[in-house]
């Protein structure tokens, strides 16, 4: 996958200040060994200058086996000693060496010329985060998730609680973050405004980024204007990597409101793309959407409807505006 300079930019500023911080954090391991043990710096000192020596008596020219093997000798055994001194005092072995995220690279992100894993996963996270950035991805967990404002009457008609019915579907989001693989099912979450859509999906989004996974959070109306723009104004098309890019690529692909975009053509065939690009990956998505289904099958086109109804499972909300009935909650007179 191809990314923009700004990404490969934040990605290596990353990798700059991990390899500061492991430098920097050696030092003051080297300070304490030193404040204890004078003969430990002594000992670095001459390893040093041994060290020093035989590459001048390598590069003078001359049959110098014998002195390169006395200093060989000397030098084994100043190092042997320090051992001792640093397992004396309970340090690890590789106490005086840089202590790098990423020890393969030692975090410089190429290996022979040849990017490191680290540095992919860098790129890719780095990638996702700046999607992210808008969203209030931290904002939300499950236990925030209040059911005491979900009716606990059943209808008159019989049936489920709108208590039941959010219990239900927590539990569910509940195993779904817990069991989540790039092979789980997508999900539908489906219900009127206010209801806890966005903040289950983001509680989802929010336990997945902590596990590892690559987890892209993004409303309708906010990624059908970047698609716009992407397409349609010069000034974008350089800006960063193809958010469609992004979109496939990431682990979980979390779509909030959708139906609250400006539908028009070019909305509707870009929706399909993603969604169907994801659906022949095989890679799950979350949708969140206040439309029915009926609504949804006049909104989008049958070809949106049939990928949705086919390969979702659709989880449903209910009951009043969570966000009404907080506001009324937090009145001075109770409500009235």
């Known amino acids: 996958m191809s990314y923009s300079k700004e990404v490969y930019?934040?990605?290596?500023?990353?990798?700059?200040?991990?390899?500061?911080?492991?430098?920097?954090?050696?030092?003051?391991r080297r300070e304490l060994l030193y404040a204890r043990s004078p003969r430990a710096e002594k000992l670095e000192r001459m390893i040093a200058r041994t060290s020093a020596a035989a590459a001048k008596a390598v590069l003078a020219g001359e049959d110098v086996r014998a002195q390169l093997e006395q200093l060989r000798d000397k030098n084994?055994?100043?190092q042997k000693e320090l051992a001792d001194i640093i397992k004396g005092f309970g340090f690890p072995e590789n106490y005086l060496e840089p202590w790098y995220t990423c020890a393969a690279c030692r975090d410089r992100g190429d290996i022979d010329g040849k990017m490191c894993d680290c540095m992919r996963q860098l790129l890719r996270k780095t990638a996702f985060d700046r999607l992210n950035a808008m969203?209030?991805?931290?904002?939300?967990?499950?236990?925030?998730?209040?059911?005491?404002?979900?009716?606990?009457?059943?209808?008159?008609?019989?049936?489920?609680?709108?208590?039941?019915?959010?219990?239900?579907?927590?539990r569910y989001c509940r195993r779904y973050a817990d069991t989540f693989s790039t092979d789980s099912i997508s999900l539908l979450m489906q219900g009127g405004?206010?209801?806890?859509?966005?903040?289950?999906?983001?509680?989802?989004?929010?336990?997945?980024?902590?596990?590892?996974?690559?987890?892209?959070?993004?409303?309708?109306?906010?990624?059908?204007?970047?698609?716009?723009?992407?397409?349609?104004?010069?000034?974008?098309?350089?800006?960063?990597?193809?958010?469609?890019?992004?979109?496939?690529?990431c682990d979980l692909l979390i779509i909030d409101d959708l139906g609250?975009?400006?539908?028009?053509?070019?909305?509707?065939?870009?929706?399909?793309?993603?969604?169907?690009?994801?659906?022949?990956?095989?890679?799950p998505m979350i949708i969140s959407t206040n439309l029915t289904l009926s609504e949804i099958r006049e909104q989008y086109s049958q070809r949106i409807t049939s990928r949705i109804i086919g390969e979702f499972i659709r989880l449903e909300f209910a009951g009043r505006d969570?966000?009404?009935?907080?506001?009324?909650?937090?009145?001075?007179?109770?409500?009235?």
């Open 322 to 336: 969570i966000r009404q009935l907080k506001r009324i909650s937090q009145k001075p007179d109770g409500g009235t």
């Open 9 to 28: 930019a934040q990605a290596e500023a990353i990798l700059e200040r991990r390899r500061m911080y492991s430098e920097q954090e050696l030092e003051k």
């Open 260 to 283: 609250a975009e400006f539908s028009n053509r070019f909305t509707v065939s870009a929706l399909y793309n993603i969604i169907n690009t994801r659906l022949i990956l095989s890679k």
């Open 193 to 249: 405004a206010g209801l806890g859509k966005t903040h289950l999906s983001l509680a989802i989004a929010s336990q997945l980024i902590n596990r590892g996974f690559g987890v892209v959070y993004v409303s309708a109306p906010a990624l059908t204007d970047r698609l716009a723009k992407e397409s349609f104004d010069y000034r974008y098309r350089n800006e960063d990597m193809p958010v469609s890019q992004t979109l496939s690529d």
């Open 135 to 170: 969203s209030p991805l931290s904002l939300c967990d499950f236990d925030s998730f209040d059911l005491d404002y979900y009716p606990k009457t059943p209808p008159q008609d019989g049936g489920m609680s709108c208590y039941q019915i959010m219990s239900k579907t927590l």
């Open 76 to 78: 084994l055994a100043m």
